[in-house]
């Protein structure tokens, strides 16, 4: 006796069947003269004039029933016949089991935060728990209080086991609650077409506008930016972000950041270009959220360090009663500097020396570096050497004049080196660091005032 398919659904037709055989040592032939499925005195399925049997054989017949409500089912096969030469009939019975279960596949419905006119998303995923593979599959999303778009999908087969998700975006009407729900309507694989509906009550909140910018000013090498992070701390998506910014001393281009999600961020960079050193910019953001449009304002003040010509990573070396001194002409500022030249200047102790009592350098670019090496000759009790720096920055001549520190050897003057990199491998005198730097500021008042004086 054998069931298919084993476990039926509710609707589902489900063959019996039911073999019937004459044992090998019999002397008779066997007449079938019907055969039935029945539970009780109700009868589900009845074949008549089924066959004969001669010894040593069988006969199988099926017979098809169908349940519309699940549970085990506890039937009874009954075949009845007579024998040859004999006209007393003869009933055999055959218990049958069937459970029939009322199982689908699995819908799931997730969705995001649900608000009041304001566009959400949802999804819906279809697991085949089944023993096996499901057709003509169609799943359809509605509900109440509610507006369903991008609402049907389809499949042609869904195998036992496997699963699918189906997006979906909805619109709450109004403030009371709304029901989302999915229809799956399918085909199981002996041809019966199921439906099955999953549920879920949603509550909608109001809608949250609260989109928060946060500007900064952003160096990279010559570039200077505005550098702006928009965050939307609200409950629905902002789409359609634009990001400018205005100022009196500075142009941008517009940026986008298009969707952002509620808890998430995204960061805008505006390049500036800057007619002055400082520039304070307005940055707005405009936006929609949901049926709003929104609008946010901040400001952000940039600075564009004109270049500035330090000498850093320092030595100096006595060779042939010369100081050979050498380092680099380092750009400290975020513009070019060109036309730099490093010159030995003459004092009543020190003198430019052979073969170089000045070096060109040229142009260093913003953030970089350039080596140089110069000469000099001292007499009596020098403590240091004077270097005089002169450089073009936006076509006006700038000048600045360091001391170089001597060892008390007079040999050499060594410096801490700091690692490794061509934009930032920037030697930094270590005991007379301070030293330096004071005399730098000192220098460049003086320069100011060489300068005021027509220099």
Known sequence: MTVSPGQPTPGEAVT???????????????HIDGISLRRGTTEYARVEDVGTLSADSSLTVPLTVTFEEP????????????????????NLRYPVTINVADNHPRLDIDVNESVTDAES????????????????????VDGKNVEVRNDRDVYAVLESGSEETTSF??????????????????????GTTRTVNQT???????????????????????????SVLVRNQGNVPVENVTVRAD??????RQGFAQSIQPGESKRVVLNATMSEDTATADVVATYEAGDIDGRKTTSVELVQTPGTI??????????????????????????????????????DAVTPAYPNRQFFV?????????????????????????LKVTYLVDDERRQRVIDVPLAEDSKSVKQQSTTTNSRSNILVPAAIGGVVILAVGGIILYAWRNSRGGD
Not at 247 to 252: D, M, Q, R, V, Y
Not at 369 to 378: E, G, P
């Open 16 to 30: 019996v069947e039911a073999t019937v055989q004459n044992l090998k040592g019999s002397s008779s032939v066997f």
């Open 71 to 90: 549970g085990t089912k506890r039937l009874r096969v009954t075949v009845w016949g007579h024998t040859d030469g004999k006209s007393d009939s003869q």
């Open 121 to 140: 998303k949802g999804r819906v995923t279809i697991a085949n728990g089944l023993d096996s593979k499901i057709q003509n599959v169609e799943l359809s």
């Open 169 to 190: 975006t909805f619109r709450p009407q109004g403030t009371e609650p709304h029901t989302l729900e999915a229809t799956l309507r399918y085909t199981t694989d002996s």
């Open 200 to 226: 879920r009550r949603l509550e909608p909140e109001s809608m949250a506008d609260r989109v928060v910018l946060e500007a900064t000013s952003n160096t990279d090498g010559d570039t200077v930016s505005a």
């Open 247 to 252: 100022s009196a001393n500075a142009t941008f």
């Open 310 to 347: 330090g000498l850093t990573g320092l030595d100096v070396v006595r060779e042939d009663g010369k100081l050979h001194i050498s380092g680099s002409a380092s750009n400290l500022g975020t513009t070019d500097a060109d036309s730099v030249i490093v010159s030995v200047v003459k004092t």
């Open 362 to 386: 040229g142009t260093v670019p913003a953030s970089e570096f350039v080596s140089f090496d110069v000469y000099a000759t001292a007499s009596g009790d020098v403590s240091s050497v004077p």
